[in-house]
């Protein structure tokens, strides 16, 4: 069965140092892979998405970059972090065809940044 | 533009009772989707249901029901005789069909309690 791994689960990080966050999925192959932020009462929003290695698109402008070095893993960075990066990141996967529209979200990673 | 409004922030039942999460959404699309995600605790967000535009059957799975309605632009997640273990935030989410990317367009969530 497939199955998606976050880590860390909780990060302090200051501000102004650089985040790495990782993504990892297993038992599929090609998967779509997608990076969600979830700020302090609001939503979730979507930040960055990839079809496959090397190919990344962005949703929103911002302190963040996505990278997928191998298929299975899609890694959240960022060179110097901002108070506003603070929130619960949430990666995703979903694979590839038709009626397979849904995505299936790993535990999370909880940044906070001070 | 696309969004999705849950306008009950939070929900506290005693065990036992009905519970109806509202969720309300606005697109211009005429083919989309929408989903119903359970976040425990623990922070993951769990898959419940995918619902296409075209298809507005209720749907029930076992103590889990959705009324579809086009007319009002309205998709409730009920859930009959609630029990502790459903206490979380849920989230409605919208998203375009025909060209899906996986981008969800998230309602602020529901925290539903359920208190023994």
């Known amino acids: 069965s497939q199955t998606i791994h976050q880590w860390p689960a909780t990060l302090v990080q200051p501000v102004g140092s650089p985040l790495s966050l990782e993504c990892t999925v297993e038992g599929t192959s090609n998967p779509n892979l997608y990076w969600y932020r979830q700020a302090a009462g609001r939503g979730l929003q979507l930040l960055f998405y990839s079809v496959g290695i090397g190919q990344i698109s962005s949703e929103v402008p911002q302190n963040l970059s996505a990278s997928r070095p191998q298929d299975r893993q899609f890694i959240l960075s960022s060179k110097k972090l901002l108070l506003s990066d603070s929130g619960f990141y949430l990666c995703a996967w979903r694979s590839g065809g038709a009626a397979n529209e849904k995505l299936f979200f790993g535990s999370g990673t909880q940044l906070s940044v001070l | 533009a696309q969004k999705v409004t849950q306008a009950q922030t939070e929900i506290s039942v005693v065990e036992k009772e009905d519970v109806t999460l509202d969720c309300v959404y606005e697109?211009?699309?005429?083919?989309?989707?929408l989903f119903w995600y359970k976040q425990p605790p623990s922070g993951e967000l769990v898959f419940l249901i995918r619902?296409?535009?075209?298809?507005?059957q209720n749907e029930i799975s076992g103590r889990y029901s959705w009324n579809f309605q086009k007319s009002t632009s309205s998709f409730n997640f009920t859930i009959t005789a609630s029990q502790v273990v459903d206490s979380a935030v849920y989230f409605c989410a919208l998203s375009e069909a025909l060209l899906w990317t996986g981008k969800l367009i998230f309602g602020q969530g529901t925290t539903l309690q359920v208190k023994p």
């Open positions: 697109t211009r699309d005429t083919t989309y989707y």
């Open positions: 619902r296409n535009s075209f298809d507005e």
